[in-house]
């Protein structure tokens, strides 16, 4: 799940199977306090809009609550009909029937899933904060019920004379595993603890995310002095002076992003400025009182790794990787422990030339982390003769959106696009668009909710809010969110070329979605491993700087004139530059993860500060001017949003994505037919084969890493994985 290139937050909400990211059971002192259920709230029957999209001109926030408790107690009473039925278990009257369940919770939960994620409030901060421990018990009365997975495990064992379809197989086993992975076949007793166990880690992930939302908005960078921003353009300053106006202060102000290097870095030429906005960043979270996240990881790290060992694994990453296609925490610590020497090399070497541009200037300084950027970006210019200053008016948001991200879904696909102003949104920011085939027919709809705000979570993320069946005879109705900057109002959105790629980013996980094609919603479109689901997003990203569409949509916001061939040609030509820092500070951030998920259950509660100094240390990526992209006390990937033991996904995923990419070019590129095989092999089949398998099928070989070296610019390190 990125807010650069290869870093995207994603968050996927899933419905009945689909079930661990989100679950709610009705108790008494919740249904004493919260509002009655029926006809009048939205979420009662379901949209009359087009695809079933939310009504949001008619939801309030006092309607999700009920919403979803009343979901969860019709889910659990058609689960106990599942359960207790008397006739013998059947693929139909147990699976299906499964699969069935729960129309009213995905409802209501994928609205509230994208609101109180994309456009926050204290009101539903509150509702999160009491349903949190519900969600992981509702999640738990399902997967923990003996009767039901007595029913399920009577069928798997029957499996190989049921004759079902490869669809329905794969649904069966995937199903099995998930009962088992959850601790079905555990004591009472031990069911009983580990209810506990997952009840406190979700109470504490949700406290997480609220205190790492309030942190990031009290960090953010606030001067009085317009000369400290020397170096930011006249539209940066006045969003700057806009974004201070927003919360009542005379001004500017620069809100933090989610990562620990923020984008104004590249241009601020104060040191001062840059230091104090780097030590905002990096310390946004470790300043005591109430949003100091500290002891929270350290507890959620201890819970994790109690629970593994209850679930007969030595650590958690061990029990969460059983089912991702790394199977072992030892093959992706091998993985990326392969990749640390390039990257590292190169990262040194990087900051020497780094260095020798600061002692050009006779500053008298050693290269700091908040100096990386800026400096870089001198190297950068010196080297290929390329200024930020001179791109960004070529990458009009708008305009990269229509003529790029939908004109390369349209040259490889045959998608076109139509907005609609028609439909209800959650936020004015938000746009829609109808989705069609090259015939015609309506695919899909997708939203899109691009620009920053406080109360918006941070980084950029897809998900849904109807996912596709065939089964429950729905279309797909996907959305993306990012954190743009906001242009004032009036000005054009300029944006980075980097946040260029983020949407083409994003926009391949909405595509995976779009492209949906299975009946079971628990197999389709993005319901796959986490080191899998990153694969098409980051192939997607290599369009963004294909020549035949770069052409069509790098043109200047005023005058609409091509990028000049030679300014594209140094784009292109500086598009390994500084890879070593890219892949050295996200090897940290995924180390960090591994590090803290490998920790045994015998180990006592952690100093965070202490132990991700040692981790660094000890996985060979203690550079002092290259940080990791996220410190451990703001990752909220790992804590708050599904990628625990899991971000070294991206890295994983990208030896796949660019030995994908590969095979285009090998094979005439950017044509339908192409496009066409890679969308009926992959983009459409969910989970409803054997992932490994089905990207063998489509290549026609095992993945390598070398295409992935190659295009970060590195010394080759090893062949196929």
Not at 400 to 413: D, M, P, S
Not at 471 to 486: D, I, Q, R, S
Not at 688 to 703: N, Q, R, S, V
Request: proline content about 6%.
């Amino acid at each position: 799940m990125i807010d650069i290139p290869r870093l995207t937050q994603r968050k996927t909400l899933l419905p009945f199977a689909r079930i661990a990211s989100a679950a709610l059971m009705l108790s008494t002192a919740s249904a004493q306090t919260t509002p009655a259920f029926g006809p009048s709230n939205p979420f009662y029957a379901p949209s009359t809009l087009t695809y079933q999209a939310p009504p949001f001109d008619k939801i309030k926030d006092s309607d999700y609550q009920p919403a979803i408790e009343a979901g969860m107690t019709q889910q659990l009473e058609e689960i106990r009909v599942i359960s207790d039925n008397p006739a013998p278990p059947t693929f139909e009257n147990t699976l299906v029937a499964m699969e069935k369940s729960g129309a009213l919770f995905q409802r209501a939960m994928a609205a509230f899933d994208a609101v109180s994620g994309a456009n926050t409030n204290p009101t539903l901060q509150k509702i999160e904060e009491a349903e949190a421990p519900r969600l992981a018990a509702h999640n738990d009365a399902i997967y923990l019920d003996s009767h039901l997975f007595a029913r399920v495990a009577a069928i798997y064992q029957q499996r190989d004379s049921l004759k079902l379809d490869p669809e329905s197989q794969r649904l069966l086993e995937i199903t099995y595993k998930k009962f088992v992975h959850a601790g079905a076949k555990l004591s009472d007793s031990d069911k009983a603890t580990l209810k506990k166990l997952n009840e406190e880690e979700s109470t504490l992930s949700n406290a997480f995310k609220n205190k790492l939302l309030a942190a990031t908005r009290e960090a953010a960078y606030f001067t009085a002095d317009k000369d400290a921003l020397a170096g930011l353009t006249d539209a940066q300053i006045s969003a700057a002076a806009q974004a201070a106006k927003a919360r009542n202060q005379q001004g500017f102000l620069i809100p933090l992003q989610n990562t620990t290097q923020q984008p104004s870095l590249v241009s601020l030429s104060n040191r001062g400025t840059r230091q104090a906005l780097f030590e905002n960043s990096w310390l946004r979270a470790v300043r005591g009182g109430d949003n100091d996240t500290r002891n929270t990881i350290a507890r959620m790290a201890q819970l994790r790794a109690e629970k593994a060992k209850l679930l007969g694994f030595p650590t958690y990453a061990a029990w969460k990787l059983e089912n991702q296609m790394a199977k072992t925490p030892e093959a992706a610590l091998k993985f990326m422990n392969d990749l640390v020497p390039p990257a590292t090399a190169n990262a040194l070497q990087e900051g020497k030339d780094i260095q020798a541009a600061i002692d050009a200037e006779k500053s008298g300084f050693q290269l700091q982390p908040w100096d990386w950027n800026f400096y870089a970006d001198q190297v950068r210019k010196a080297r290929y003769d390329l200024d930020e200053a001179q791109i960004r008016p070529y990458f009009e948001l708008n305009n990269v959106l229509q003529n790029g991200v939908f004109y390369a879904a349209n040259q490889l696909y045959g998608l076109t696009f139509k907005e609609r102003k028609d439909i209800p949104v959650y936020h004015p920011d938000v746009r829609v668009f109808e989705v069609f085939e090259a015939d015609g027919k309506p695919l899909a709809l997708w939203y899109c909710d691009y620009f920053k705000r406080d109360n918006k979570n941070g980084g950029a993320w897809m998900s849904e809010f109807v996912p596709q069946s065939h089964l429950l005879g729905t279309l797909p109705v996907v959305y993306n969110v990012a954190n743009l900057p906001k242009p004032v109002e009036g000005g054009p959105a300029l944006i980075t070329f980097t946040d260029v790629v983020t949407m083409f980013h994003e926009f391949g996980h909405a595509l995976h979605g779009m492209f949906a094609d299975a009946r079971y919603p628990s197999l389709s479109g993005t319901s796959v491993a986490r080191d899998f689901v990153e694969f098409p997003s980051q192939f997607n990203e290599h369009w963004a700087s294909y020549p035949a569409v770069f052409k069509n949509y790098a043109k200047h916001y005023k005058t609409g004139e091509p990028m000049p061939a030679e300014l594209a040609a140094k784009i292109q030509k500086a598009q390994t530059f500084n890879q070593g820092y890219a892949l050295t500070e996200l090897l940290g951030a995924a180390q960090l993860d591994m590090q803290w998920h490998t920790l045994p259950a015998s180990a006592p509660l952690q100093n965070p500060d202490v132990f991700e100094k040692e981790a660094l240390e000890k996985t060979h990526l203690a550079l002092n001017a290259v940080p990791p992209r996220y410190r451990s006390t703001y990752f909220s990937h790992i804590w708050a949003n599904g990628y625990a033991a899991g971000y070294y996904a991206y890295l994983w995923s990208e030896m796949l994505d660019d030995d994908a990419y590969q095979w285009f070019v090998d094979h005439g590129g950017m044509t339908r037919p192409n496009g066409d095989r890679f969308r009926q092999m992959v983009l459409s089949r969910g989970n409803t084969e054997d992932l490994a398998e089905m990207y063998k099928a489509w290549l026609g070989a095992e993945p390598s890493v070398q295409p992935m070296l190659k295009y970060r610019g590195l010394a080759p390190s090893g062949s196929s994985l």
